[in-house]
């Protein structure tokens, strides 16, 4: 398995998703104004959410690269994802983000 490198910045760290980043994962997703440029444009359900934290995991293993989850050290608070996404079928390499 590989092991996702934790990034740190003044206010963030960017680290792996763990499990009990799922609950504000599925209320980011969940947000019609926060999806409406992602994806086909319509909030993600609960299953959908956890099969995208499983895609940003597998896409780690599989390119050695990813989204990290995005936590506010302050406060600890998940507040989005950030990295780099490449999966099979799609045209290049693209910066991925989404923040609460």
Same mark, same amino acid.
């Given at each position: 398995?590989?092991?996702?490198?934790?990034? #740190?910045?003044?206010? &963030? $760290? &960017?680290?792996?998703?763990?499990?009990?980043?799922? #609950? %504000? *994962?599925?209320? *980011?997703? %969940?947000?019609?104004?926060?999806?409406?440029? &992602?994806?086909?444009?319509?909030?993600?359900?609960?299953? #959908? !959410?956890?099969? %995208? $934290?499983?895609?940003? *995991?597998?896409?780690?293993? =599989?390119?050695?690269? /990813? &989204?990290? %989850?995005? @936590?506010?050290?302050? !406060?600890? #608070?998940?507040?989005?994802?950030?990295?780099?996404?490449?999966?099979? /079928?799609?045209?290049? =390499? @693209?910066?991925?983000? !989404? *923040?609460?």
């Amino acid at each position: 398995m590989i092991s996702i490198p934790t990034l #740190e910045t003044a206010r &963030l $760290m &960017l680290r792996q998703f763990r499990q009990n980043d799922f #609950e %504000a *994962l599925a209320a *980011l997703h %969940a947000d019609p104004v926060v999806m409406r440029y &992602l994806s086909d444009g319509r909030p993600k359900s609960r299953a #959908e !959410t956890w099969l %995208a $934290m499983a895609f940003y *995991l597998g896409h780690w293993e =599989l390119r050695g690269y /990813g &989204l990290w %989850a995005v @936590e506010e050290k302050a !406060t600890g #608070e998940f507040v989005g994802r950030i990295g780099l996404l490449n999966p099979e /079928g799609w045209p290049g =390499l @693209e910066v991925a983000w !989404t *923040l609460a």
